[in-house]
């Protein structure tokens, strides 16, 4: 079941319900007996699969830049001498 923040319009204090999709969205303050409204937080997003490429995450799991520059420089264009002419 996912988890939802709501927030207070009145008092202002932060709580968060365990709900089924199907739940209708609280509308009372269990503090208060306000108004209440539900929050949007960020979603994480984890990219799996063969179709990413290794750069699409932020682990220290892709090519060091070692490896990139030593690859690039067997195919003719080394990165010591694009940032030369920059």
Not at 67 to 85: C, D, L, P, R
Request: hydrophobic fraction near 25%; glycine fraction near 14%; proline fraction near 5%.
């Amino acid at each position: 079941m996912p988890l939802y923040e709501y927030q207070c319009t009145e008092c202002g204090v932060r709580f968060e319900r365990q709900q089924r999709f199907q739940d209708a969205p609280l509308r009372v303050c269990p503090e208060c007996g306000g108004r209440v409204q539900r929050l949007i937080g960020p979603v994480g997003v984890i990219f799996k699969g063969s179709g990413f490429y290794s750069t699409d995450h932020r682990s220290g799991g892709g090519r060091s830049k070692r490896s990139q520059k030593a690859s690039e420089s067997k195919k003719g264009t080394a990165v010591g001498n694009v940032e030369k002419n920059a």
